[in-house]
């Protein structure tokens, strides 16, 4: 049985702090965010590194705060690839010297980085792309949605790449859904890709094919609203199982698929209940995980 190495690096007095462990020199791959212990992400690296013989750990840089320093003091601790979660999608991109590929630049924001090493003048050579976008978009393009109407729930990060892609599959109608309509309206990358832009309060009075919710909300419990005649939920936030176990289920992982490692959000299990397509936040994770892979690897798969 292989052992998921879960480390949890915490930014302690402007320097990182490695929790559960002495610092280590091998080379390293991770996730930055904020409050971020619930992620699955440590089990689906740290086994696909596994399975390919790859000599490398994924952990987690959980900082309150973000800022330039964090990536700086990452590379030279021999990480070489992270992805980027809430609230530092978009936080990201003012990274110094940043080579955004054409679909972060399009979404607006970044999920996933690749360190390169130094140019001649010892700057870091750093990549970026959003495999969130790529994920969602390869879903939305083998389902025919073009004509549909939707409605998206969010202003974050997820949401940029959901805008994206529903508008790469010709989608017919978009509204963005969010808690303070002025301050979105502002934001100009948001404007131009939607149709119209309403309260989250003003979900319930309307109508759409389909529903995403690209906000954390559901990961405590809460159930969202939404519009009326939905037939398709997409629900971005997964909650891992109760019962599984980190440390055993690595072992349990014998073929190309992982076995159930979240239960359904309450979002979900209502869709289930009415009889609704439905695309969850794991699918939506392993998906973006492949394109995160095959990005720091230049087209490995992960298997």
């Known amino acids: 049985m292989h052992t998921v190495i879960n480390r949890v690096i915490h930014r302690e007095n402007d320097d990182f702090s490695l929790k559960g462990g002495a610092y280590c020199e091998q080379i390293r791959y991770g996730l930055l965010g904020r409050a ?42 021999g990480y070489r690839g992270l992805c980027v979660t809430i609230p530092y999608k978009t ?8 080579v955004l590929d054409v679909v972060a630049q399009s979404v607006g924001a970044a999920n996933v980085l690749r360190y390169d090493g130094n140019d001649d003048l010892g700057h870091s050579i750093v990549r970026a792309t959003n495999t969130d976008a790529l994920a969602i978009d390869d879903i939305f393009q083998g389902m025919g949605i073009g004509g549909a109407t939707a409605v998206v729930m969010g202003a974050g990060g997820a949401a940029l790449a959901t805008l994206w892609a529903l508008k790469q599959c010709g989608i017919g109608g ?55 005649g939905v037939s398709c939920i997409v629900d971005w936030v997964y909650q891992p199982r109760e019962d599984r ?11 190309n698929d992982f076995p159930a490692l979240t239960q359904p959000t309450p979002l979900i299990q209502m869709a289930k209940r009415q009889g609704l397509s439905v695309i969850d936040g794991e699918s939506l994770l392993i998906g973006q995980a492949r394109r995160a892979f095959s990005f720091w690897f230049d087209g490995f798969c992960a298997n």
């Open 36 to 77: 971020i212990s619930y992620t699955l992400s440590p089990v689906i690296y740290n086994t696909w590194f596994a399975r390919r013989k790859i000599d490398a750990v994924f952990d987690l840089i959980d900082v309150p705060n973000y800022e330039h320093t964090v990536l700086d003091e990452a590379w030279q601790r």
């Open 91 to 98: 936080r990201v991109m003012s990274y110094p010297g940043l």
């Open 174 to 228: 978009l509204t963005l859904a969010v808690r303070d309509v002025e301050k979105v309206e502002k934001i100009c990358s948001v404007t131009k890709c939607v149709d119209q832009i309403v309260s989250i309060e003003s979900l319930s009075d309307m109508c759409a094919d389909i529903f995403i919710n690209a906000t954390s909300l559901g990961r405590k419990g809460e159930t969202p609203s939404m519009p009326k």
């Open 245 to 255: 176990d980190l440390l055993s289920s690595l072992g349990l992982i014998i073929g």
